[in-house]
C-alpha cells in the first residue's frame, strides 16, 4: 500500500507539473534516440565504406586466384571436370570466413606460348587458352567456335606432320598481327617461356595452327576477365624498333586431351570473385586474421614452379586501408559526438536545477514536516526514473525503426545511460537543500555563485590544460594515434577537459565584466541597463549554465566549420595535384597522342596545354652517373593559364616565359632550362642551381640547366624525384620525327567531360580522360569521409537544439519571477519597450560572450586535435591538411544562436505582458 500511495503521489506531482515533466522527456528521448543513433548510423557507414572501397578497387586487389602450373588429365564426359575439382579443393582449404564471399567461381588454362614462324607483320607470340563462363562475354562475329581436330586414320599418319589446333580470336588480335579467317600458322612452342623453366631439355614442338573464329569481347570491362585484356587485344613489347606482340586465341574444351599430348606443362588458373555486397564490417574481426593467416600459409608472390601453388589477392591490403581511414573517421566522429552529449547533459542540468529551484518551497516543507534529506534523495529519483526510463525506451525504439542498420550493443547500453544520467544530475540538483540542515532552510540563497574550494577548481583547470597539451604533443610527435587505434577515450575527452577549463575560467571571470558594467551603467540616468546588470548579478546562477551551454554550441559550431573546410580544401588541392588540371587527356599506356582531335574545338574548352610525360627518363649528372627519373615536357605559358586561379599554380622561373628554340637549344652551349624536385633519386648527388645535367627524352639526349627547385609540381606524384623542361624546347631541340605529346592538360568547366571523351578515339587503347572534378568526387562522396562532414554538421544541429531549449526552458521556467518583476517596474513607469530592452540586456551579455568565447575556444579545439585526427587521411596520406578557417560559416553559427535568444527574449516578453498586473503583484516570492 505505501508503494502505491508513493506513485500515486509522484503521479499527482507529475500532473500537477506535467509541462515541465513533457519538457525533461523531450530532453532524455531526444538525447537517447541520438546516443543510440549514433552507433547504428556508424555501423552503417562503416558497411557502405567497406564495400566502397572494395568495390573501388582492382579484380586483382579485391578477389582470390589460385594459380599452379603442372598437368591435369582430361576425363571423357568434361573434359575439365578434374580441373573445376581440384579448384573446389583449393578453395575449401580457405577459411570460411573467406569463402563466405565468394558469388562466383571460374578457371583459366593456358598453355606456353608458342612463336609464329613467319608472321605477317611483326614478331608474334600465341598463347592457347580455355576459360568457362564465356557465354554471353564474347559474340562471334565470323567463321565458327574450333573445334577438335579428327584423328587421322592410323594408315595415313604423317609422322612429320605438327599436330593441329583450331583457334578464334578477337577481332582487334586478328587486325593487329595481319592474320585473317582461314588462315593457316606454323608455330614452335618458345622455349624462353617462364612455364618452361624447369623443363631439360627446353621444348621447341612444332604445331599448326588453324584460326576458324573471329570474335567480340561484348565488356571489355567484365569481372570474367579480372583486369586482363589478353582475350580483347594483344599486347605489344619490345622496343619501337623492335616491336613483339603476344596474342591469345580460344581452343577448343574437347582439343584439351591435344593440348596435354604435346607434353607441356600448362598453367591452371581458379579465380574466386568476391561479392561486394556480402562484405560486412562486423566480420572484420575474424576475416583479416584468416586472411593474414592465409598469407602467412601461402606464396603469395614469387616464381611459379611445377608442384607449387600460388595465392594472389590484394584484399587483405584493401581491407587494411579501409581499416586505417575508419580508425580516423572514429576518432573524428567521438570528438563531434561528445560535444552535443556534454551540451545536453548542460540542458538537462539546467532544466533539473530549475525545476528544483521552483520545487524548493515543497522541498523545505517536507524537510520540516519530518522527511529526511535521504527521503527526499529517493522521492527525485523515482520520480526521476518514471520519466526518463519511458522517455529513453522511446528514444531506443525510435533509433532502431527509423536507422535500418546492423544493430549495436552500444545502442542499448547508451539508452539506459541517458536515462539513469538524467537521473542523477536531477539528484545532484536536490543533493544542496537535501543535505541542508532545517534552521537554514528559510534562508535565501546566497546573493553571489561561488564554486568551492578554489584549490580544487585550479587544479581541475591546470590538469585539463595540461593533459590537452599532451595530447597536441602526442598527436605531433606520434602522427596522430587516432589514425592507428581508432577510438580514443584521451582523444575523445580533449574538448570535454578544455571546455571544462575554459568554463571554470569564464565563470569564475564572468562577474567581473557585470560588476564592471554595472558600476558604469549606475552614472547613467536610466534604469533599464544598471537593472539587468543587476539582475545578472543577483541571479547569477541561472545565467551562467546557459552562458555555458551557448559558448560549447558557439564552439562545436566554429571547430566544425574549421574541420569541414580543412578537408573541402584539402580534397579541392589533391584532386588538383593528383590530375594537374581541370581534365588531362593521356595516351594509352603512356603512349604518344598522335591523331587526338584537338579539344580546343569543344565548346567550354578555355585553354590546352601539351605537355610530354616520361616516368623513365635516363639522367644523367656526370660520368657513371646514370639513373632514370620522371620528366614533363610542358607548355610553360599555356600550362600556367591552364591552372589560373588554383591553389597548385607552380611559380615557375623567368627562364620559362621565354624558352629558348633557336638552333643549338640542348647543347652544353645553349642548355635547356628546368626546374628540379628537391627530392632526389637516390644513390644521386644532389644538383646545386645552375647546374647542368642530361636527359634523353624519346631518344635523344639533351643538356639541361637547374633553374629552381620546387617541393612539388601539380600532375606528379608527391613522393616522385621530377624535372619539369618546356615543351617548346625540346619539340625545337628534336630531330628527325617531331616530338608526339603524350598528354594534353585542358581547362574547361566540369560540364564538358562528356564531349572530351566523346571526341576521343574508341576501342581498346584509347586515350583517357582524367578529370579533377571527379577525383574529387571520389573522395568528398566516400562513405566515411561523408560520414565525419554529416557528423559534425548533425553534433551542431543537435548542440543548437539543445541550446535552444535550455535557454527557453530558462524563460519558460523564471516567467513568473520575471512576470512579478516587471509588474513592480511597471508600477513605477517602465514601458513594454523598456522591458524588452531590460530582458535584451540580461540575455545580450551572456551572449556576446559566448559567441567570442566560444569562436576562441573552437579555433583552439581545431589547433589542438587536427594532429590527433589527421584529416590528411580524408584526401591523400601523403599530404598536409592546412587549417581553413570559414568565416562565412563561423557567422552563420553566430547569426542562430542570436536567433535562439532572439526568440527566447521575445517569448519571455510575451509571457510578461500576458499576466495582468494585478495578478502579477500578488504572485508570492517563488
Not at 560 to 569: C, G, N, P
Not at 591 to 601: E, N
Amino acid at each position: 500500500m505505501r508503494l502505491v500511495a508513493a506513485v500515486a503521489a509522484l503521479l499527482r506531482r507529475l500532473r500537477a507539473e506535467r509541462g515541465i515533466a513533457v519538457l525533461l522527456f523531450a530532453l532524455v528521448a531526444i538525447t537517447s534516440f541520438a546516443v543510440a543513433a549514433g552507433p547504428r548510423l556508424f555501423n552503417r557507414v562503416a558497411d557502405e565504406g567497406l564495400r566502397f572501397e572494395a568495390s573501388r578497387a582492382t579484380a586483382v586487389q579485391r578477389n582470390v586466384q589460385f594459380t599452379i602450373v603442372g598437368h591435369l588429365p582430361a576425363t571423357d564426359g568434361d573434359p575439365f571436370e578434374r580441373v573445376v575439382a581440384r579448384g573446389d579443393t583449393l578453395r575449401d582449404r580457405l577459411p570460411a570466413s573467406v569463402t563466405g564471399l565468394f558469388d562466383e567461381s571460374h578457371y583459366v588454362v593456358d598453355t606456353p606460348r608458342l612463336r609464329i614462324a613467319d608472321p605477317p607483320n611483326y614478331r608474334t607470340y600465341v598463347t592457347f587458352r580455355a576459360q568457362d563462363g564465356l557465354d554471353g562475354q564474347v559474340e562471334l562475329i565470323d567463321g565458327r567456335w574450333p573445334a577438335a581436330i579428327p584423328p587421322v586414320p592410323a594408315d595415313q599418319v604423317d609422322p612429320d606432320a605438327p599436330p593441329k589446333f583450331e583457334l578464334a580470336m578477337s577481332d582487334a588480335t586478328l587486325a593487329a598481327i595481319g592474320v585473317d579467317v582461314g588462315d593457316t600458322l606454323a608455330a614452335n612452342v618458345d622455349p624462353g617461356d617462364p612455364m618452361l623453366r624447369d623443363t631439360f631439355p627446353r621444348p621447341v614442338t612444332a604445331v599448326e595452327i588453324q584460326v576458324v573464329g573471329r570474335f567480340a569481347v561484348t565488356d571489355p570491362a567484365a569481372r570474367l576477365w579480372f583486369d586482363e585484356g589478353a582475350l580483347a587485344e594483344i599486347a605489344i613489347g619490345g622496343s619501337d624498333d623492335d616491336p613483339i606482340a603476344f596474342a591469345t586465341g580460344l581452343f577448343a574444351p574437347e582439343a584439351y586431351v591435344d593440348v596435354l599430348a604435346l607434353g607441356l606443362p600448362t598453367r591452371y588458373r581458379w579465380r574466386e570473385f568476391v561479392d561486394v555486397d556480402r562484405l560486412d564490417a562486423g566480420q572484420l574481426d575474424a576475416l583479416v586474421p584468416d586472411l593474414r593467416r592465409v598469407e602467412a600459409a601461402s606464396a603469395t608472390t614469387g616464381v611459379l614452379r611445377a608442384g607449387t601453388t600460388l595465392v594472389r589477392t590484394g584484399l587483405l591490403d584493401v581491407i587494411e586501408r579501409y581499416l586505417v581511414q575508419r580508425a580516423t573517421s572514429e576518432a573524428a566522429l567521438s570528438v563531434a559526438a561528445l560535444g552535443p552529449l556534454t551540451v545536453a547533459g548542460g540542458a538537462v542540468g539546467l532544466v533539473g536545477y530549475l525545476v528544483i529551484r521552483r520545487r524548493r518551497p515543497a522541498l523545505a516543507l517536507a524537510r520540516g514536516r519530518g522527511a529526511s534529506g535521504g527521503q527526499l534523495l529517493a522521492a527525485q529519483g523515482w520520480e526521476g526514473l518514471l520519466v526518463t526510463i519511458p522517455a529513453a525506451l522511446v528514444g531506443l525504439g525510435a533509433a532502431v525503426a527509423l536507422v535500418v542498420a546492423r544493430a549495436s550493443n552500444l545502442s542499448s547500453l547508451g539508452a539506459i545511460l541517458v536515462a539513469l544520467g538524467a537521473t542523477g544530475l536531477l539528484l545532484i540538483a536536490t543533493w544542496p537543500i537535501a543535505r541542508r540542515a532545517r534552521r537554514e532552510l528559510e534562508r535565501e540563497d546566497p546573493a553571489a555563485f561561488r564554486l568551492s574550494p578554489r584549490r580544487l577548481e585550479t587544479l581541475t583547470v591546470a590538469l585539463s590544460l595540461t593533459a590537452a597539451w599532451l595530447l597536441r604533443e602526442r598527436g605531433l610527435e606520434g602522427g596522430g594515434a587516432a589514425g592507428e587505434t581508432g577510438f580514443d577515450p584521451f582523444l575523445a575527452a580533449a574538448p570535454l577537459l578544455i571546455g571544462l577549463a575554459v568554463g571554470l575560467l569564464t565563470i569564475r571571470l564572468y562577474p567581473l565584466p557585470v560588476r564592471a558594467l554595472g558600476w558604469l551603467m549606475a552614472r547613467r540616468r536610466d534604469l533599464v541597463p544598471v537593472l539587468g546588470l543587476r539582475n545578472l548579478g543577483r541571479q547569477p546562477t541561472s545565467g551562467y549554465l546557459p552562458l555555458l551551454i551557448l559558448m560549447l554550441t558557439v564552439a562545436i559550431g566554429t571547430f566544425s566549420s574549421v574541420v569541414e573546410a580543412s578537408i573541402e580544401r584539402s580534397q579541392v588541392d589533391v584532386a588538383w595535384q593528383d590530375v594537374g588540371a581541370d581534365y588531362r587527356i593521356a595516351g594509352p599506356s603512356g603512349g604518344g597522342l598522335a591523331g587526338t582531335s584537338d579539344p580546343r574545338t569543344i565548346d567550354g574548352v578555355e585553354a590546352v596545354a601539351t605537355a610530354l610525360v616520361d616516368p623513365e627518363t635516363v639522367l644523367s649528372t656526370g660520368p657513371g652517373r646514370r639513373t632514370s627519373i620522371f620528366v614533363e615536357a610542358v607548355e610553360a605559358g599555356a600550362y600556367t593559364t591552364v591552372l589560373a586561379g588554383s591553389a597548385v599554380t607552380p611559380d615557375l622561373p623567368a627562364a620559362f616565359a621565354n624558352p629558348p628554340t633557336s638552333s643549338g637549344t640542348g647543347t652544353v652551349d645553349q642548355p635547356i632550362p628546368a626546374v628540379v624536385s628537391t627530392r632526389w633519386p637516390n644513390g644521386q648527388e644532389p644538383l646545386s642551381p645552375g647546374a647542368s645535367f642530361e636527359l634523353t627524352i624519346s631518344g635523344q639526349t639533351l643538356t639541361y640547366r637547374v633553374e629552381a627547385f620546387v617541393a612539388t609540381f601539380p600532375g606528379v606524384a608527391r613522393t616522385e624525384p621530377f624535372v619539369i623542361v618546356p615543351y617548346e624546347s625540346v619539340a625545337a631541340a628534336r630531330q628527325g620525327s617531331p616530338l608526339v605529346p603524350t598528354a594534353l592538360f585542358v581547362r574547361a568547366p566540369q560540364d564538358v567531360v562528356a564531349d572530351l571523351r566523346a571526341a576521343q578515339p574508341s576501342g581498346h587503347g584509347s586515350p583517357r580522360v582524367e578529370s579533377r572534378y571527379e577525383r574529387y568526387a571520389v573522395m568528398h562522396d566516400a562513405p566515411l569521409v561523408a560520414a565525419v562532414a554529416g557528423g559534425f554538421t548533425v553534433a551542431l544541429v543537435l548542440a543548437a537544439a539543445y541550446a535552444a531549449l535550455a535557454v527557453i526552458a530558462v524563460v519558460i521556467l523564471h516567467a513568473q519571477r520575471r512576470s512579478r518583476e516587471l509588474a513592480f517596474l511597471r508600477t513605477l513607469g517602465m514601458t513594454d519597450r523598456q522591458a524588452a530592452s531590460l530582458t535584451l540586456v540580461e540575455q545580450g551579455l551572456p551572449v556576446v560572450l559566448a559567441l567570442a568565447i566560444g569562436i576562441v575556444l573552437g579555433l583552439g579545439l581545431a589547433w589542438l586535435l587536427a594532429p590527433g585526427i589527421d584529416l590528411a587521411a580524408f584526401s591523400s596520406p601523403d599530404t598536409t591538411v592546412r587549417l581553413q578557417v570559414n568565416w562565412a560559416s563561423v557567422v552563420g553559427v553566430g547569426v542562430s544562436v542570436c536567433a535562439v535568444v532572439a526568440v527566447a527574449i521575445a517569448s519571455s516578453s510575451w509571457l510578461a505582458r500576458r499576466l495582468d498586473l494585478g495578478q502579477a503583484l500578488r504572485i508570492g516570492e517563488e
